[in-house]
């Protein structure tokens, strides 16, 4: 009898084999080897602009879809989903990022625009496209309006990042902001409703569909707020970054799954909690001070996301299909840009009328223009079942659009709003936070290096030198600061409000911390910054 032990390493693989013998491990497996190529090849593509300097100008999302068309075109399929997965694993995070980062205040005073574009733009934009696609093309009215549905969401996250690169003004960005926040929810309910008329028609009752739309939406809503309430009285009394991180996925995900499982709206209720959890603080009448290590959590986050969700357009699209439905994919276009132009003019008349604080044109032409399509209109028609007619049509037909919005709007944004003059009041607000920010700085190294021991570490010469060279500096920021405001007048409100923004932190911050170590149980009913007057 040979008794020799057999290696441990040579006898691993067996074990590991024998241990993923059921069927669902399997699966599991082989979707893991299938999404490590996804994800190796939308960090490669989104890493280009770093190496060829040349792509920095160009959305990494526009660089994803054509490196995912390029894979298409040599028919390298990098992972084939099932269409039910896709809203799951990717609307929840990108919905609940955008409605954390909102401010409720800048929202609050936008709130009629937004709304009224948000929600007033899908049904323009449902009848708009369909009707153009079944009168000009003879595509039937079941296809042509879930083709309206896909491309009724909008996507504002490219379009924001160069608003903020290039300064566009608070307004424009809140009305931005606001409408893709809402737009979403409303455009998945009306994708929802029509998915289930293409799978198994049935007359409409537009007063039922409406019953239908108002209790779904006030289910999620609801879901959405307990949840987002719960967690933001947890994560803020308790400073623990890891723990609010995971919380907020768990969140993201909770709130959407359990909305639908009570047969509401999980995208409303993640709107829901991602506003309340961004914005609900432990001080009455402050919102929470966002940690830098949840900023960056998500932006790790919606990048991954994002990266995935628009390499897999372009590799989900079927190019005869592509080249077939090019026709129908250029009516979508014009279709597009033309409903985009009735829903935002119309609706600032209207906003104009009850708010009695008309939006200027120059603005109207900006949110008109940068109405973009992106990842939320990705993930509807890819959503599409199989069974559906004319779902590679849909999805072709998606591509297009998003890739004419990316590539034609997305990069025509910053000359628009320079051809505009949008630009000129954040580029001095800007050049005015330098200057604090690098006073600021010099005052602490000043403080430095004044200290006793400084000096005797590194000389008192030396210190003495560097102390008149931050002297001239402080001075120079000081009169730069001054000029900035003398040439600028409008700066002093910015200022001010600079000023009661840092106040209004560093008291809120107190009393979180005071609450955390236990020394009190709530704050103050009337905090001293907020109740000053400007």
């Not at 990717?90 to 709304?115: C, H, N, T, Y």
């Not at 893709?180 to 998915?195: E, I, M, P």
């Not at 006030?218 to 723990?243: E, H, K, M, N, S």
Request: glycine share 6%; net charge negative; aromatic share 8%.
């Amino acid at each position: 009898m040979d008794l020799t032990l057999a290696s441990p390493l040579a006898v691993l693989p067996s074990v590991l084999g024998s241990l993923l013998t059921d069927a669902t491990d399997l699966a599991i497996e082989r979707n893991l080897k299938a999404f490590l190529p996804v994800l190796l090849v939308a960090l490669s593509a989104a890493s280009l602009p770093r190496i060829f300097p040349p792509l920095r100008q160009v959305p990494y999302t526009l660089l994803l879809v054509v490196v995912g068309l390029g894979l298409a075109l040599v028919e390298v399929r990098l992972v084939d989903l099932s269409p039910g997965m896709i809203l799951l694993i990717f609307l929840p995070p990108i919905l609940f990022e955008a409605a954390w980062k909102m401010k409720w205040p800048d929202l609050r005073q936008q709130i009629v625009p937004s709304s009224l574009f948000a929600i007033g733009s899908v049904p323009v934009s449902i009848v708009g496209i369909g009707w153009a696609l079944h009168h000009w093309m003879q595509v039937s009215w079941t296809t042509a309006l879930l083709t309206g549905a896909c491309l009724a969401a909008t996507d504002s996250a490219s379009v924001l990042g160069v608003f903020r690169e290039v300064g566009a003004g608070k307004r424009l960005t809140t009305l931005l902001e606001g409408e893709s926040l809402f737009n979403d929810g409303a455009a998945v309910v009306a994708f929802s409703v029509l998915l289930e008329q293409a799978i198994d028609p049935q007359p409409i009752d537009l007063t039922t569909t409406l019953v239908q739309f108002l209790i779904v939406s006030g289910i999620g809503l609801g879901v959405g707020g307990l949840i987002g309430t719960a967690v933001a009285l947890l994560t803020q009394r308790y400073d623990l970054a890891w723990v609010e991180q995971s919380l907020s996925l768990v969140t993201a995900y909770g709130a959407y799954l359990l909305a639908e499982d009570f047969g509401g709206s999980g995208v409303i209720a993640v709107v829901a909690a991602g506003l309340v959890i961004g914005n609900l603080g432990l001080v009455p009448g402050t919102r929470p001070q966002k940690r830098s290590t949840m900023v960056e959590f998500w932006e790790f986050t919606i990048f991954l996301v994002n990266s995935i969700v628009f390499l897999l357009l372009g590799d989900q699209v079927l190019f005869p299909y592509f080249i077939e439905h090019v026709g129908t994919s250029i009516v979508a276009i014009i279709a597009v840009v033309i409903s985009r132009a009735v829903a935002i003019f119309g609706f600032s008349a209207l906003s104009g009328l009850i708010t009695r604080s008309p939006i200027p044109w120059a603005e109207q032409t900006v949110l008109w223009w940068v109405g973009l399509r992106g990842s939320v209109a990705i993930a509807l028609a890819l959503s599409i079942p199989d069974l559906v007619t004319d779902r590679q049509q849909i999805i072709s037909n998606s591509f297009g659009v998003v890739l004419f919005t990316l590539l034609v709007q997305g990069l025509t944004t910053k000359p628009l709003l320079d051809a505009l003059n949008l630009l000129e009041t954040r580029k001095y607000q800007d050049q005015y936070l330098e200057r604090v920010a690098q006073r600021m700085a010099l005052e602490r190294l000043q403080q430095y290096l004044s200290l006793p021991q400084t000096q005797a570490q590194l000389g008192e010469s030396l210190c003495q030198i560097e102390l008149v060279t931050i002297a001239q500096k402080l001075d120079q920021a000081s009169q730069d600061m001054a000029q900035l405001r003398a040439d600028h007048p409008d700066l002093e409100a910015f200022v001010e409000q600079q000023k009661r923004q840092q106040l209004q932190a560093i008291e809120s911050a107190t009393y979180d911390q005071l609450i955390q170590a236990g020394w009190i149980k709530k704050a103050p009913p009337a905090p001293l910054i907020l109740s000053t007057k400007n």
